[in-house]
Each structure stands twice: as C-alpha cells, then as structure tokens.
C-alpha cells in the first residue's frame, strides 16, 4: 500500500506546486485591485487599463536596440552577426580573410607572416566553392550585383533576382546556356516581380548579352518555374521620363491619364509599355505647352522615334484631340 500511495504523492505534489506559481504570477492594481495590466513598450511602464495607475515605471527593456517596421526587417536583424542574404552564395555565411597585412593593432606584420596570409586567403578563396555548382552560383550572383548596382534597383530586387536564380540552377535550366544570360534574365523577372520598371534596353546595356538572347532566356526561365507575371504598366515609367526630362507634375499627371483612357480603348494590346509611355509623355507635353523633341523623348526611354509617333497619333486618335 505504501507504493501506490507515494506515486500518487509524487504525481500530486507537482499540480500543487504549478497552481500555487501560478496564483503568485497573477499580478493585480493596488488601486482597484484590477488584473488588466497594460506594458507601455515606449515608456517601459506597467499600466492598469481600468483606473490608469502606473504601477511600476522605468523597467528594463530586454529588448533590442534596433527597430524594426516589418516582418522581413525583423528577420535580418539579428545580435549574433551581419543577417544572412540570398545575394551571396553561401549566404553570407563563411569567414573572409582580410587583405590588410596588418595586426588588430594596426601594426604591419612580418615578412614570414606576411607569407603566411598570403596562402590562408589563397585557400580560403579555394574552400569557399566546394564543387562545380557553388561556381556558377557565386559568378552568377557577383553578374547580378554588379549589373543591379548599375542599374540602381533596390536590395530588394537582387534578393529576388537571386532566389529565381537558385531555382533555376535546382531545376537544371542553366544547362546549355550562359551564366551571364541566365543571371540577366532572372533580374528582369525580378524587376519585373518586384514592380520597378527597367526595360529590356536598359538590362542588356548593362549586361554582356545581347537583349534576344535575354528576351529569349526570360521567357525560357519563366515557364519552366511557372512565374507569374502581369504585362508592365506604362504608368510606371511615366515618373522617371519626366524626371529625366526635367517636366512639370503636370505634365505626368496628363501624361498618366492619356495612358489610362487610352488604355481602356484596347489600344495598350500588344504595344511596348516603354513607347506607350513615352508617345503619352510627348503627347501631355504638347499640351502643356512644354514641348519636348521626339528625339528627346526617344533618347530618354531607348525607343524610336518611329514608335514614338505612331503611338502619339493612335493616343491622339482615341483621345478626340486632333491636330
């Protein structure tokens, strides 16, 4: 009898000691006696919603120093080192050996040290890439850092573009093609994705591929991977044109509705989105009375002339503005 009465003592005994804990952890206002406490994370205040009585102040905050506005921002930032990133082949992950032949003191190191380093980061470049694939993914990525920078587009962009590239080396589509083609390709797609309006001119001049070859790899890379991507508003491009054509806001304004009524009319179908948005650009600047040159216009969206006036005279047309 005694046995089966310990167990059950020693199966009771923690219950007891958990609800006690847990009575002891209910905190409660000296005020009202209300248990609606509030923690105000700004002024590190303990605050009762009912009666409004601090009742602790100036508590340590564990939290970090840094802020964070979203989700993602929350994910990079971290204490224990620089956040991870898809940019980098291995994320961001390995060691790198300085190439300064200087001690932590800033004091030049000897000649047999010197030595020394030089075959440390002769190795360390070796490791850092165990096989064929690490290869071509850490060319590819060092490709779209360089041609994003170029380009201007935010981190946001070359994250993207990296990701579709590392689907597309999972999947195998790199076989029989250029790195540099496939690379372009996948920051196009992410341009694309990511709603910031680069042209397919505007990725070749950066790249070292010619723009069918990019063209015909972009559209390659996004059936394979099933990306969804909607057709390029004009009105995107609409803001930076006039900008480098130093236009008035309302000339864009104009410019914005001639591509929205026109867009309604069906006359968008088929058409470059960079032509249509520089023909509406030089149609809102006629009639504001802020006449651009075609070749102007032309010059600063990499389109021809040609393209421009066909579109003018299509958006013209449909807009009952005649001469």
């Known amino acids: 009898m005694t046995g089966p009465t310990r167990e059950r003592e ?20 000296p005020e009202c006696e209300s248990s609606n406490l509030v923690k105000s994370e700004d002024r590190a205040e303990l605050v009762c919603e009912d009666c ?28 224990v080192g620089a956040p991870t990133t898809q940019t980098m082949h291995d994320k961001g992950l390995t060691t790198t050996i300085d190439w300064k032949d200087q001690d932590a003191y800033g ?16 190795w360390q470049e070796r490791i850092r890439t165990k096989d064929a694939g690490e290869r071509n993914l850490q060319f590819a990525l060092s490709e779209t850092d360089r041609m994003a920078s170029a380009l201007g587009v935010p981190r946001s962009v070359r994250e993207v573009a ?47 591929v010619e723009r069918k070859e990019i063209g015909r790899t972009y559209r390659y890379i996004s059936q394979e991977l099933g990306l969804e991507m909607k057709p390029v508003d004009p009105k995107k491009y609409v803001p930076r044109f006039c900008s480098e054509l130093d236009l008035d ?5 104009k410019a914005n509705e001639i591509i929205e009524t026109t867009a309604e009319k069906g006359l968008l179908s088929g058409k470059s989105p960079t032509g249509f ?39 013209i047309e449909a807009m009952g503005i005649h001469g």
């Open 10 to 29: 020693r199966e009771e005994a923690p219950v007891e000691q958990e609800s006690e804990q847990g009575r002891e952890g209910v905190r409660a206002c």
């Open 52 to 79: 409004g009585l601090v009742v602790e102040e100036d508590q340590i905050d564990p939290g970090p120093e840094w802020r964070a506005f979203n989700h993602s921002e929350r994910q990079e930032k971290s204490r």
């Open 107 to 122: 004091r030049s190191i000897s000649s047999k040290k010197r030595s020394k380093m030089h075959r440390l980061r002769k």
């Open 162 to 208: 990296s990701v579709i590239y590392r689907r597309a080396l999972k999947e195998d589509l790199i076989r029989g093609r250029s790195i540099e083609g496939v690379a372009t390709s996948c920051l196009y797609a992410a341009c694309r994705k990511e709603g910031i309006p680069r042209s397919l001119e505007e990725i070749s001049e950066v790249s070292r």
């Open 249 to 253: 806001e309302e000339v864009q304004t």
């Open 277 to 315: 948005a520089a023909a509406a650009i030089y149609a809102a600047s006629l009639l504001c009375n802020e006449k651009k040159t075609q070749r102007e216009v032309a010059e600063v969206a990499q389109v021809t002339e040609v393209t421009i006036r066909n579109r003018y005279q299509e958006q």
